[in-house]
Nanobody, 114 residues
């Protein structure tokens, strides 16, 4: 499985971005999907996740602003980010995992200016 993330960019505080991640291969629907981010000098953290059963979870700092979604027919996962803040700046990685598998995308840079 290969993951291709896109949608990052430079945005002003308060703006919005939508990240997309397309997966190759089959059986996408059986996996949990998620987005992680890594700010400069910090550890990678989980931002949002969705189970194969569409149950979502978010880190507290993005609740109410970010929405994760998936389209199993398109083998894709999305992250809608609204009300962006400078502290949301970082490289965002998509991830799918389950059944002993753990796949990562290449990362897409999100920069939020104040």
């Amino acid at each position: 499985v290969q993951l291709q993330a896109s949608g990052g960019g430079l945005v002003q505080a308060g703006g919005s971005l939508r990240l997309s991640c397309a997966a190759s291969g089959s059986d996408f629907s059986k996996y949990s999907v998620g987005w992680y981010r890594q700010a400069l000098g910090k550890q990678r953290e989980s931002v949002a996740s969705m189970s194969w059963g569409f149950i979502t979870d978010y880190v507290d700092s993005v609740k109410g602003r970010f929405t994760i979604s998936r389209d199993n027919a398109k083998r894709s996962v999305y992250l809608q980010m609204n009300g962006l803040k400078p502290e949301d700046t970082g490289v965002y990685y998509c991830n799918i995992r389950g059944y002993g598998d753990d796949f990562w995308g290449q990362g897409t840079l999100v920069t939020v200016s104040s």
